[in-house]
């Protein structure tokens, strides 16, 4: 089972990353949401972590590109 971290800052996202895995997880990983999205497409996930201030597509607009395509996956909004 696997985590999506969705995160622009690459030491946050390394930190979540590091954390998630020494815990046991397997972990995706992508730095703006319209990333986030084209994993989504080929990976099942079972919650995703994601930012809320992103270049390109930021939190609320990716949850709700999430949504519209009727993923409902547990998120984790962090900021």
């Known amino acids: 089972k696997k985590i ?5 800052g ?3 996202r ?3 990353d590091n954390l998630l ?3 046991g997880a397997t972990t995706l990983e992508a730095g703006v949401g319209v990333d986030g999205l084209t994993l989504l497409s080929a990976q099942s ?5 994601c930012d809320l201030e992103m ?3 930021g939190g609320i607009p990716f949850v709700g590109r999430l949504r519209t395509r009727g993923n ?3 998120i984790l909004v962090i900021s």
């Open 4 to 8: 999506l971290i969705v995160e622009d």
């Open 10 to 12: 690459v030491v946050f």
């Open 14 to 16: 390394s930190l979540i």
């Open 21 to 23: 895995t020494s815990l």
């Open 45 to 49: 996930v079972v919650l995703v972590i």
């Open 55 to 57: 270049p390109r597509m």
């Open 72 to 74: 409902n996956v547990p």
